[in-house]
């Protein structure tokens, strides 16, 4: 049993869940109404999500549930069964970046990179929905999402890459 798991609810309270993670059923024994992100990070070691603020203000632990994107930190597990849910690491790998991956690179639109889950799987979302977004489509879509850095410029430019990405290279 994971430590989280005692401290989200009693003993009593935890059961054996099954989650639809990156395209891979995966097995938990936790409380469901552990937060999506704690699983996640502890019991799966996925750390793209990231704990930001813990009330689903910063997107920092932006994950995509049925494709829509989602806080994870404020997301109790529960709602994550039977559903898809993408992270981070789903997208891509080292050796074949997804080209929403590449274009954030391409574009350097990071300094400390704490924000960039979020940014990226926010603007994947937006993608799915609009694959031809204007300036305004995109800072719609990622007004919730803060970086401190001051990497806005750098992050719109990155999501109209990644557009032109996706619309050149089909089936990614």
Not at 34 to 53: I, M, S
Not at 144 to 153: A, D, K, P, S, V
Request: proline share 5%; hydrophobic share 40%; charged share 20%.
């Amino acid at each position: 049993m994971s430590m989280h798991a005692i401290s989200a609810g009693s003993a009593l309270d935890v059961e054996p869940l099954a989650l639809n993670v990156n395209g891979r059923t995966w097995s938990v024994e936790v409380a469901r109404s552990t937060p999506l992100l704690y699983v996640l990070r502890n019991d799966f070691e996925l750390n793209g999500p990231k704990y930001g603020c813990g009330l689903g203000q910063c997107g920092a632990c932006t994950v995509l549930l049925d494709g829509g994107p989602t806080r994870s930190c404020v997301v109790p597990v529960a709602a994550a069964l039977g559903r898809e849910v993408l992270t981070l690491e789903g997208l891509g790998t080292l050796d074949a970046l997804h080209p929403i991956q590449r274009a954030f690179i391409d574009e350097q639109a990071a300094q400390c990179g704490y924000c960039l889950n979020g940014m990226i799987m926010s603007a994947k979302a937006l993608l799915d929905r609009n694959p031809e977004p204007d300036d305004s489509a995109i800072r719609q879509a990622l007004r919730f999402n803060l970086c401190r850095c001051g990497t806005h410029l750098e992050i719109v430019n990155a999501v109209k890459r990644a557009a032109h990405y996706l619309k050149t290279e089909p089936g990614r």
